[in-house]
T-cell receptor
Framework: GIQVEQSPPDLILQEGANSTLRCNFS?????LQWFHQNPWGQLINLFY???GTKQNGRLSATTVATERYSLLYISSSQTTDSGVYFC???????????FGPGTRLSVLP | EAQVTQNPRYLITVTGKKLTVTCSQN?????MSWYRQDPGLGLRQIYY???????DKGDVPEGYKVSRKEKRNFPLILESPSPNQTSLYFC?????????????FGPGTRLTVL
C-alpha cells in the first residue's frame, strides 16, 4: 500500500507566525484530505483537495498530484490552531484510506 | 444536526469479554469506516464499508469484526479483546457516493483492555 510522510513531525510557533506543513505520498493517491485533531481529540476535515489550491480563511492547501505531495499553509497562527494535522488519501487499488503520521503544532501565546 | 455518533465514549474491560462499539450517522452516507489511533502510529484503518452488506478489510483488521445491515449503522465488534487493542477508536462516514469523499468523524471511543 501507499506510504505517507509528513513534515515536520513537530512545530512550535509564536502566535501570529506563518507555517507550511508538507505531505508526501509514495504513489498516486485519490481523495487527498487534510484533517485537524484538536487537543480534545476531535477530528475535523479541513480540506478535500485531490489537486489544485483551496483557501478557507487563514488556511489554504495545495496539492500537486503529479508530484505526489500536498502542502497546508497556516497564516497568522492562533493558539486555537494547536493540535495535530493529518493528511490522508485513498490508494489506487481500492477504498483503503491511509493517514500520514501527523504534524503536531503548538502555537504559543 | 448532521453528525456521527459513537457509543460508548469510554470503556474499560477485561481480556476476552466480547464488546461492541456502535457507530451511527444521520447523513445518508454510503461509505463508513473504523480507525484506531495509537501514539506514534497515527490513524490506521480497521474496516470500511462501501454500502449495506459490503465490507472490506483495512490495514489492521485482525481481532475485529464489523457488520453493515443498515445504511446508518456500522458497529465494531471485538469478540475476544486483548490488551493490544487498547486504543482510541474513530468511526467516520463520507458524503453520498461509494468513494471516501470528505469524511466526517465521530467523537472517538477510548478503549482500555486490562
Amino acid at each position: 500500500g501507499i506510504q505517507v510522510e509528513q513534515s515536520p513531525p513537530d512545530l512550535i510557533l509564536q502566535e501570529g507566525a506563518n507555517s507550511t506543513l508538507r505531505c508526501n505520498f509514495s504513489d498516486s493517491v485519490n481523495n487527498l484530505q487534510w484533517f485537524h485533531q484538536n487537543p480534545w481529540g476531535q477530528l475535523i476535515n479541513l480540506f478535500y483537495i485531490p489537486s489544485g489550491t483551496k483557501q478557507n480563511g487563514r488556511l489554504s492547501a495545495t496539492t500537486v498530484a503529479t508530484e505526489r505531495y500536498s502542502l497546508l499553509y497556516i497564516s497568522s497562527s492562533q493558539t486555537t490552531d494547536s493540535g495535530v494535522y493529518f493528511c490522508a488519501g485513498v490508494d489506487n487499488y481500492g477504498q483503503n484510506f491511509v493517514f500520514g503520521p501527523g504534524t503536531r503544532l503548538s502555537v504559543l501565546p | 444536526e448532521a453528525q456521527v455518533t459513537q457509543n460508548p465514549r469510554y470503556l474499560i474491560t477485561v481480556t476476552g469479554k466480547k464488546l461492541t462499539v456502535t457507530c451511527s450517522q444521520n447523513m445518508n452516507h454510503e461509505y463508513m469506516s473504523w480507525y484506531r489511533q495509537d501514539p506514534g502510529l497515527g490513524l490506521r484503518q480497521i474496516y470500511y464499508s462501501m454500502n449495506v452488506e459490503v465490507t472490506d478489510k483495512g490495514d489492521v483488521p485482525e481481532g475485529y469484526k464489523v457488520s453493515r445491515k443498515e445504511k446508518r449503522n456500522f458497529p465494531l465488534i471485538l469478540e475476544s479483546p486483548s490488551p493490544n487493542q487498547t486504543s482510541l477508536y474513530f468511526c467516520a462516514s463520507s458524503f453520498p457516493g461509494s468513494r471516501p469523499d470528505t469524511q466526517y468523524f465521530g467523537p472517538g471511543t477510548r478503549l482500555t483492555v486490562l
